[in-house]
């Protein structure tokens, strides 16, 4: 283990979020910035800068693909990508694969400086006021980023984009972005179901105009476990809690939980699908495991994570245990685990 990885454990050490930290190198960087410059500005006070985090791992495992059409839809003059998909596939996830790929350096030289930053729409809702005059804050926004051509905004659920107006929101945010999007000085990646897009978004002519779509599938089990297996390493770090088994056997769990999370078993009311699903299932085993202050996850929090959750149906975990205790028989018998069937 080097200097770098221990470091990040340090610093991520009990604590519950998954997903990452803006280095330090930026928050200096910020903090020079903010020193220097006290203007108001959209950008920063109503966004998120993607490409300022610190990835413990490549956060799109299997993706290349969806990330190449990504990245040649942003090469084109007048075109944005749309990510399409059900919920839980991973579509933020390719976000930040090509955030990952920013930072290290392996994308066109045209992407080397973009920086990505996440926008909440309702946050730009109303106005901001200035030395008494008062102005639109998407205009600001627009006004701040226009000509801008590295930074790229990130907008999940665009279709709220449409549906603003039309549901009475006031705020035509697609107008109002349409001249930079025709000229190619505003550059867009928006996300939504695939639903929402052929309700919502498929029928808006203006829209498709300036968007290409990019549909995302739900990964297979095999592409699955290879994503649980790559980001197992992100939730130790997140966690501070060790899978100490080799290779091998995190593979055979993680495939017992890819099986056991397959289409059929899932509550739908969930709507999770792979591989989000399978995810929750595998952070739970490591949950288990820091709320008995254990550094380490064993079969024993494996078993109850699997035993007590309710991303499957009920009967799927009373056919499921015994599979459990048959393929981990005799690590279950080495560490004294009562497997109740």
């Given at each position: ?23 330090n ?6 903090n020079q ?27 799109a ?10 990245i ?14 059900k919920?839980?596939?991973g ?32 946050s730009?809702?109303?106005t ?5 005059i ?15 051509k ?23 945010f ?46 297979n ?12 390493r ?8 060790t ?10 769990v ?7 999370t ?11 699908r792979y591989?989000?699903?399978?995810l ?26 699997i ?9 799927v ?25």
């Open positions: 283990m080097n200097d770098v990885t221990e470091n990040f454990i340090d610093i991520f050490d009990n604590t519950d979020k998954i997903d990452s930290i803006p280095s190198e930026e928050n200096i960087f910020n910035n903010n020193e220097q410059d006290n203007t108001f500005s959209v950008l920063k006070t109503y966004s998120e800068d993607m490409t300022a985090k610190t990835y413990i791992t490549n956060p495992i299997a993706r290349d693909e969806e990330i190449k059409n990504l040649l839809i942003l090469l084109s003059p007048e075109k944005s990508p749309v990510l399409t998909g919920a839980g596939i579509k933020t996830a390719i976000v930040e694969g090509l955030c990952y790929r920013i930072q290290t350096k392996t994308v066109p030289n045209a992407l080397l400086n973009s920086r990505v930053y996440k926008i909440n729409t309702s730009l809702l109303g901001y006021e200035h030395e008494g008062e102005e639109s804050k998407l205009q600001l926004l627009i006004n701040e980023i226009m000509g801008k590295d930074i790229i905004l990130f907008i999940d659920e665009i279709h709220s984009l449409v549906t603003s107006v039309k549901n009475g929101g006031g705020v035509d697609l107008n109002m972005l349409k001249p930079g999007l025709d000229r190619g000085d505003i550059k867009i990646i928006g996300a939504t179901t695939t639903q929402e897009f052929n309700e919502f978004l498929l029928k808006d002519k203006a829209f498709l105009r300036r968007f290409e779509k990019i549909e995302v599938e739900e990964p089990q095999e592409t699955t476990v290879k994503i649980l297996m790559g980001t197992k992100k939730i130790e770090v997140s966690t501070g809690v899978f100490p088994y080799t290779d091998f056997v995190l593979e055979q993680c495939k017992f939980i890819v099986n056991m397959s289409e059929y078993k899932r509550i739908y009311e969930h709507g999770s591989p989000d699903v399978s929750s299932l595998l952070s739970k085993c490591f949950t288990y495991a820091k709320f008995d202050n254990s550094k380490y996850v064993t079969f024993k929090y494996i078993y109850e994570a035993k007590n959750t309710n991303l499957v149906y009920d009967d975990v009373r056919k499921e245990l015994p599979i459990f205790k048959e393929t981990f028989k005799d690590w279950l018998e080495k560490e004294n685990v009562n497997v109740e069937i």
